[in-house]
Nanobody, 122 residues
């Protein structure tokens, strides 16, 4: 139901835009989010957005560099990542929240995409 794409290998300071395609029935009335998991680490929260796009929230590590947005007409969630750093290297996952609002806990999400790899070289 969720298909993430847009990952790749970039250099530090570069930008990438991730996309996540979801069925409109699954996601249009729900908050959505991005998480990431680096090798040997727990999956961590990155960014979240409410069902209508009015509310967003970011982890401190990406605030000011990443922007989450959504296009409900197309059923697509985006993550614009600027000024990438090597520590941003991870598999990035999109997810659909259980409720309508933004959420930062993994337990608040019901559907997960398969992940897309982002690798940032120094």
């Amino acid at each position: 139901q969720l298909q993430a794409s847009g990952g790749g290998l970039v250099q530090a300071g570069d930008s990438l835009r991730l996309s996540c395609t979801a069925s409109r029935r699954t996601s249009n009335n729900n908050g959505m989010g991005w998480f990431r998991q680096a090798p040997g680490k727990e999956r961590e929260f990155v960014a979240t957005i409410s069902w209508n796009g009015d509310r967003t929230h970011y982890s401190d590590s990406v605030k000011g560099r990443f922007t989450i947005s959504r296009d409900n007409a197309k059923g697509i969630l985006y993550l614009q990542m600027n000024s990438l750093k090597p520590e941003d290297t991870a598999v990035y996952y999109c997810a659909v929240a259980r409720g309508a609002w933004s959420a930062t806990s993994r337990n608040d999400y019901q559907y997960w995409g398969q992940g897309t790899q982002v690798t940032v070289s120094s």
